[in-house]
């Protein structure tokens, strides 16, 4: 059974592996003209609406999917009918819950590159639930609340503690459209790692409460990825959307 020592001790003996294999990748990368962007839990597409216009702004063809949030599979299906609308190299994109659906269908030929936004990054098979456990228990969880079988998280968690450094006029906004998730949707694993073999970035949360951060610091060094941390709550994209825009614009080879 892993401990957090035992994965302090993974990423001191992978660190420097990750690194080269991050660096040579990134430099083999093909500059790309289309971004999609994936949505995690407690959002929609709209989610991404700050970043959207920087991108477009910079000559790219962007589009935000919308996440069923029913299964993995289903997740990774809808992302990739949007891969295969896409007319060549393409950046893919995942916030919180659906850098596991980036690191799913990244492996997709046209994926030049992948950006994790305060997101899962699991290794293929690996049990998202098990490395989690390993770390404190982010204070969002005790937010979430079921009816029959779908989870949305409560105001109160959603304006502390996903979306904390937001205006509350515009938090209340976001927490009016968040969707449910069906509860078989956190029992999927990936098959695949995408991340083995496509330049990885991930920008970290330092502030957040619905990821523990140094979770997220343990899965950006072990996939050797270009890394930032924002001093931002999980909701980095809305908050800190330049930096994050700038973020993929530099894993589109833009940057």
Not at 100 to 106: K, L, N, W
Not at 121 to 136: F, Q, V
Not at 209 to 216: F, G, H, K, Y
Request: hydrophobic residues 45%.
């Amino acid at each position: 059974m892993m401990n957090r020592r035992t994965f302090t001790s993974t990423v001191a003996a992978g660190t420097a592996a990750a690194l080269t294999r991050g660096i040579a990748l990134a430099q083999s990368a093909p500059k790309a003209a289309n971004i999609v962007l994936v949505h995690g839990l407690f959002a929609d597409g709209s989610c991404w609406s700050e970043v959207i216009p920087i991108l477009q702004a910079a000559g790219l063809n962007v589009t935000s999917v919308q996440n069923p949030l029913t299964t993995l599979d289903d997740a990774v299906a809808e992302t990739q009918r949007v891969l295969n609308r896409q007319d060549g190299a393409t950046v893919l994109v995942g916030h919180s819950f659906s850098g596991m659906i980036v690191t799913e269908a990244g492996i997709d030929p046209k994926v030049s590159a992948l950006v994790y936004v305060a997101a899962r990054a699991p290794d293929a098979g690996e049990d998202y639930t098990a490395l989690a456990k390993t770390y404190p228990t982010p204070p969002a969880s005790a937010g979430i609340v079921f009816d029959g079988d779908e989870g949305r998280l409560t105001e109160t968690a959603f304006l502390q503690d996903f979306g904390g450094d937001l205006p509350a006029a515009k938090a209340r906004a976001l927490y009016a459209v968040q969707e449910a998730f069906h509860k078989a949707l956190l029992t999927g694993k990936t098959r695949h790692a995408a991340w083995r073999s496509k330049p990885s970035f991930y920008a970290v949360s330092t502030e957040d409460r619905t990821i523990d951060p140094d979770l997220e610091r343990f899965m950006a060094k072990r996939m050797g990825a270009t890394t930032i941390e924002l001093k931002s709550s999980h909701l980095s994209l809305i908050s800190h959307p330049r930096e994050i825009s700038n973020l993929i614009l530099q894993a589109a080879g833009y940057a």
